[in-house]
């Protein structure tokens, strides 16, 4: 019975149900013990001889099937992630289940410490305090979180396929922190960007860059840029020369300006 505080046990123990419980995965995955709960607060509605106390997958689904009309008419708040990580004994999802139910029919909350992620039903926390030596496997990972009842259940391929697949991402996550947390383990030597020593810059320098500089040259501006002063022009004489074939003409006077840049 890990998993469950002193309050829901001792809850669960002045029912008085058929059988007590030993293993919390184990005995509330089939739903039966969950549908004696609630025939004490509602006898009327839950009858006990239309479920089944067995192991098997389909009997699970029926028990549950019913279950879950039940909480749609009394519109309680019981996710479906919750009641299928129960099904397949995923870890924390009966503690989470029975906070839940613990919740609806005695309204007292208890925050159980050892969930952590309320939909995260798979050891990644485990293995996160293991070290990194002891650690699974991508292929292991894929084993203790994907159970073969959820195979039986999901024929779909693909959406088996996006499970193991996000196991996997989680685990290439973990095994990203770990080449960062300890890069001498796996033979990573630092880029020269990562030797080079860092100056810290004076405790004036971001005042430097507020305080506005002076330019001797010039102001900038949208058409000047780079702040120089703008180009001095003088006026000059240029001579052209024509040809007709028949002599030259007399030289034609014209104006022109040219850019003297100071």
Not at 1 to 25: A, C, F, Y
Not at 38 to 52: A, G, N, R, T, V
Not at 142 to 164: G, V, Y
Request: net charge positive; with cysteine.
């Amino acid at each position: 019975m890990s998993g469950l505080p002193r309050e829901i046990l001792k809850w669960i123990q002045s029912l008085d149900l058929s059988h007590p419980v030993r293993n919390t995965r184990r005995d509330f995955s089939n739903g039966y013990l969950v549908a004696e709960i609630f025939s004490w607060y509602y006898p009327q509605e839950i009858e006990m001889h239309s479920y089944d106390n067995g192991t098997s997958l389909p009997c699970k689904h029926g028990n549950w099937s019913q279950l879950q009309r039940f909480f749609q008419r009394h519109k309680f708040d019981i996710p479906k992630e919750v009641i299928e990580g129960t099904i397949h004994c995923k870890p924390t999802a009966a503690a989470l289940l029975m906070e839940k139910v613990y919740f609806l029919l005695t309204n007292r909350k208890i925050k159980i410490a050892s969930v952590g992620d309320e939909y995260n039903f798979t050891d990644s926390n485990y293995q996160e305090q293991l070290p990194a030596h002891a650690r699974s496997t991508a292929s292991m990972a894929i084993k203790n979180n994907i159970a073969n009842t959820e195979f039986s259940t999901d024929p779909d391929r693909i959406l088996c396929q996006q499970k193991a697949q996000a196991i996997i991402n989680v685990h290439l996550e973990h095994r990203r922190q770990e080449r960062v947390e300890d890069p001498r383990r796996f033979g990573i030597r630092p880029t020269l960007g990562q030797l080079c020593p860092r100056k810290v810059p004076p405790s004036n320098y971001n005042e430097s860059l507020q305080r506005p500089q002076r330019h001797t040259k010039g102001h900038k501006t949208e058409d000047n840029p780079e702040g120089n002063q703008p180009a001095k022009y003088t006026e000059i004489q240029v001579k052209q020369v024509t040809d007709t074939g028949e002599g030259f003409l007399p030289p034609i006077q014209t104006t022109g300006m040219y850019s003297m840049v100071h």
